[in-house]
């Protein structure tokens, strides 16, 4: 008897039941979106974590390399003085055995 009044009211909610079945697959799907988005930025940020740390210890070893540089070149000056002498006495040594030295002359070619 009430089919008439009920029908419509029935339809009406069928419509609308569909589409909040829709909906509801949209806000999954949106959500599953949104998961992935905030596990990309928290792996995004564990990468750049382990960077900056990375660049920490370069920092921190700006310092002991610098002085390590400056040591060596101490040193390289300290056996470049060191060694002027000998350079020096090498080459006195050199010119004195050519002045002493026997002269060699080529042998004159011989004509084909």
Known sequence: MLG??????RSLLGVTEAEVVEVMHETRDI???LLGA????????ASIEQHVA???G????IDPLRASVEGLTATMHDI????????????EAH???????????DPPEEPH
């Open 4 to 9: 008439f009044v009920t029908a419509p009211i």
């Open 31 to 33: 959500e599953a979106n």
């Open 38 to 45: 905030a596990r990309a930025i928290e792996s995004a940020t």
């Open 54 to 56: 990375v660049i920490e």
């Open 58 to 61: 370069l920092a921190t070893s």
């Open 80 to 91: 470049v003085a060191l060694m002027a002498p000998m350079a020096a006495a090498e080459r």
């Open 95 to 105: 010119r004195v055995s050519g002045f002493f030295g026997r002269h060699h002359h």
